[in-house]
């Protein structure tokens, strides 16, 4: 039995979704690395590897839960 598109759509949305939800977490315990506290005590930002965990998280987070939802 075929799968159709929309079923092949949600799965690839929840993907998307808990990819999302993998990589700000990933970020979040790279941001407790010592290499990263060291930075953001000296420049007062997070490093730009923890930035984009965080940045590819939420596109990835938000596109997931568009097709998702999508009908």
């Known amino acids: 039995m075929a799968m159709s598109?929309?079923?092949t759509t949600k799965i690839m949305g929840l993907a998307l979704v808990?990819?999302?939800i993998g990589l700000a977490i990933?970020?979040?315990?790279?941001?407790?690395?010592?290499g990263s506290?060291?930075?953001e005590?000296?420049?007062?930002?997070?490093?730009?590897?923890?930035m984009t965990y965080y940045i590819a998280g939420a596109i990835s987070?938000?596109?997931g839960?568009?097709?998702?939802?999508k009908k």
């Open 5 to 7: 598109s929309e079923t």
């Open 18 to 20: 808990v990819l999302g």
């Open 26 to 34: 990933w970020g979040y315990q790279l941001s407790d690395s010592v």
């Open 37 to 39: 506290q060291i930075t």
């Open 41 to 50: 005590a000296v420049t007062g930002a997070d490093t730009d590897k923890v």
């Open 61 to 63: 987070f938000v596109i």
């Open 65 to 69: 839960l568009f097709l998702f939802a």
